[in-house]
């Protein structure tokens, strides 16, 4: 009997190994809880499209995909990714979505140095500027990145000398504030105040009445459930200054959200990695690849930024894999080494990595408009190529200026 | 009252400083110094009648769970569940109907039936098992909030609201002096005014029920002693069912007014059974004027709290509970 238990035993195991070897197993994490519920959905979407347009098969093998939720807090990416590791046995990890989640990931992948990890979205800049993994590359821009071009565009064209900011309080809008502040205030405009709002924020009213009479406009670096809360409210309290927008704010996630209170949104300039209506060829065939996978009710009209990125990073991770033909011998060495030098034609442009493996991209700058039939798209504006994480300035400047936090960088010209 | 002076004559005078200070505060124009220390008096006065019409939304959500803890002795930790549900109902009914105010009547007619069925189904099977009520209601919350998930996705949604409340008014308070002498009153959004007063007038009509009406009567003599009541040949049963009606109608009516103006979405279940939990516990567990006290101050620690220490708000609400808990850990107006 015993030996009868001791055969089943050994055979389910040399099966379980031979399984192992035709699938190539990765684990996908999103904000599929919580304040970014939304953008995690989406991020999926992309997700989903890139392997409906690229297939699962790399050479004889196949991908499996495992997918994790969290809620944009550090630990629980963490919590989800340590799951996927330890108890799915995923090779691979794709994530994490937001900013704080990134860094804590990015930390985490130095403990499984065999493993690679494949950024998701995350946009916070330390994450790959600081103490940068070996084994995690990140094919998106940071929050900075995606924020070029958007200060020169109100200082000189819109005419903006004095803002102020609200901004969700964690890395990611850091990083995005950090990138308008060093472009608006080195040509010489004020940030008279910059507030910030918890993650998860829902009574906006008295973060509204702070808000100063004597500016130009007001820049919103809020996401999720957050914008769409201080759209309704800033529309209850009468609100009326030009507003300008972050990278997740001008976004389909809010754009296409229910109520009239987006409409507030209309001509307010933005800049982020993408513009829905930009004519280049690339984008329009994914556009057009995201409608045909998702029927209308279950997606945005056009692909929000997380789609985009989620697309972008599942296409730099199987082409890399289809490189290597799947070879994962050798703690992964091979994978590892075509994805520092792979140079992927995504949607948004060209994306090759840096010595960080940090994206270098395609920036845009947008304006909000009607469609006419009450959607509103983000009209691109200016398009700006090989944006680079330092912004263009030299190392050692960049490296003076401190990393994005509530107070950094101070406004003046570096 | 005189009573009250003559025992605690130092706290009656604190107090009554405190409102003096209060009322300079919000009437007076304030001296430059005092601006330049503290802000301009826009921002303060605004953050105060957030906090107070915040505290409004709370005392909905709040009073049906305090009511049914009070009288039932059971922590119905899917209260939460039933306020998110109303949202959903509410937006439902107004997106279709366009009219708010059916969506209101339309969410506390639903979510009061579920609450009955809660109390029938679930409730009474179990009857003074303390502990088994509070882990079967936290399951069924995180059942209710998984299946909503599934029905309405992840989603914000916003309940539209009625175009004659959009925009603000003005209100009789000064904020300012111009230069020139003309005075500058404080502009403040009217939906929030007209639910505020809207849930003062539903605490009115609770208190006045509880204590002017034979039902209320019959309630309260529950909230004393249950058995006794059973035994001089009240339904007791019944009148279980009709309270977490009403418990439960509020919280759907609660979903609506939150969904007016803020927005609804998954998540939000914990963060108001939270919000209500801390509120009675400040207030007092079972006690209606205490969830309105408790209601008020912590809706106005969350706002006073976002505008002058915002680093540190969340801990503010959190730490009033801490001392409540510590100084009377029966809460600030519990009867007993």
């Known amino acids: 009997m015993r030996r009868v238990g001791f055969a089943v035993v050994t055979a389910l195991l040399l099966s379980s190994t031979a399984y192992a070897q035709d699938k190539i197993k990765v684990g996908v994490t999103a904000t599929l809880e919580g304040t970014y519920t939304v953008l995690g959905e989406d991020g999926m979407r992309g997700h989903v499209t890139a392997l409906n347009v690229l297939g699962k098969k790399i050479g004889d093998k196949e991908l499996e995909f495992v997918v994790a939720s969290t809620d944009a807090t550090p630990d629980s990416a963490v919590r989800a990714v340590r799951k996927l590791i330890e108890q799915d046995k995923v090779q691979i990890l794709l994530s994490p979505l937001s900013g704080d989640e990134g860094i804590a990931v990015k930390n985490f992948a130095k403990t499984h140095p065999e493993l690679t990890f494949v950024n998701a979205a995350s946009g916070a800049q330390e994450t790959t500027y600081v103490d940068p993994a070996p084994n995690f590359f990140r094919f998106n821009m940071d929050g900075a990145q995606w924020q070029v071009g958007l200060g020169k565009y109100a200082y000189e064209t819109k005419g903006y000398r004095k803002i102020a900011t609200v901004g969700e309080d964690y890395s990611f809008i850091y990083t995005q504030v950090f990138g308008l502040a060093l472009e608006f205030c080195g040509l010489g405009g004020k940030i008279s105040s910059r507030q910030w709002v918890p993650l998860g924020t829902k009574d906006f009213a008295s973060v509204i009445a702070a808000l100063p009479d004597d500016v130009d406009a007001i820049y919103l670096g809020l996401g999720g459930a957050d914008a769409v809360n201080f759209l309704n409210q800033y529309q209850q309290a009468g609100g009326k200054a030009h507003l300008m927008g972050g990278s997740i704010m001008i976004d389909q996630t809010i754009l296409s959200s229910k109520g009239n209170a987006k409409n507030a949104l209309v001509g307010t300039i933005a800049a982020s990695g993408q513009a829905d209506t930009w004519e280049d060829p690339r984008w329009q065939k994914f556009v057009k690849a995201y409608q045909d996978s998702f029927p209308p009710e279950k997606r945005f009209p056009s692909p929000s930024l997380l789609a985009t990125n989620y697309y972008g990073s599942t296409m730099a991770l199987i082409l890399a894999l289809r490189e290597v033909n799947g070879d994962l011998s050798n703690n992964q060495a091979k994978l590892k080494a075509a994805l520092a030098k792979i140079e992927i034609d995504a949607p948004n442009g060209k994306i090759k990595l840096d010595s960080n493996r940090q994206a270098i991209g395609t920036n845009f700058v947008t304006e909000v408009v009607d469609d006419g039939k009450g959607a509103l798209f983000s009209k691109v504006v200016k398009v700006i190529p090989d944006v680079n994480q330092t912004l263009g300035y030299d190392a050692a400047t960049f490296a003076k200026i401190g990393l994005p936090s509530r107070t950094v960088p101070e406004c003046k010209k570096y | ?336």
């Not at chain 2, 977490?244 to 007016?260: D, K, P, Q, S």
């Open chain 2, 1 to 336: 009252m005189s009573r009250f002076i003559e025992r605690h004559a130092i706290w009656s005078l604190i107090i009554l400083l405190g409102v003096a200070l209060a009322a300079w505060l919000i009437f007076a124009v304030w001296p430059p110094g005092l601006e330049e220390a503290i802000g301009r008096k826009k921002v303060f006065l605004s953050a105060v009648f957030n906090g107070i019409t915040l505290g409004g939304l709370y005392f909905l959500v709040a009073s049906g769970f305090t009511l049914i803890f009070g009288l039932m002795r059971n922590v119905n930790l899917a209260h939460g569940s039933l306020y998110l549900f109303g949202g959903y109902v509410g937006y439902g009914i107004s997106s279709a109907t366009g009219s708010w105010i059916l969506a209101f009547i339309a969410a506390f007619i639903v979510v009061a039936v579920i609450g009955v069925l809660l109390q029938l189904l679930v409730f009474r099977r179990m009857e003074g098992q303390d502990l088994r009520q509070t882990m079967v209601t936290i399951g069924l919350s995180i059942v209710f909030a998984d299946l909503m998930l599934w029905a309405f996705g992840g989603d914000f949604y916003q309940i539209q609201t009625p175009a004659w409340l959009i925009g603000p008014i003005q209100l009789p308070l000064m904020t300012a002096m111009k230069s020139s002498g003309e005075a500058v009153f404080l502009q403040y959004p009217l939906v929030r005014l007209v639910i505020f007063c809207g849930s003062v007038v539903i605490g009115i009509a609770m208190w006045l029920a509880l204590n002017r009406t034979r039902v209320g009567m019959i309630v309260r003599a529950g909230v004393d002693d249950r058995e006794i009541l059973a035994a001089t040949g009240v339904q007791i049963q019944l009148v279980f069912v009709l309270v977490f009606a009403l418990g439960a109608g509020l919280a759907g009516i609660a979903g609506v007014v939150g969904g007016t103006f803020q927005s609804i979405s998954p998540g939000e279940d914990t963060r108001f059974l939270l919000a209500s939990l801390v509120v009675v516990i400040v207030g007092g567990m079972g006690s209606i004027p205490g969830a309105a006290l408790g209601a008020l101050i912590i809706g106005l620690a969350e706002q006073l709290g976002s505008v002058y220490i915002p680093t540190y708000a969340i801990v503010v609400t959190f730490l009033i509970m801490v001392l409540v808990l510590a100084l009377r850990p029966q809460g600030l107006l519990a009867r007993r």
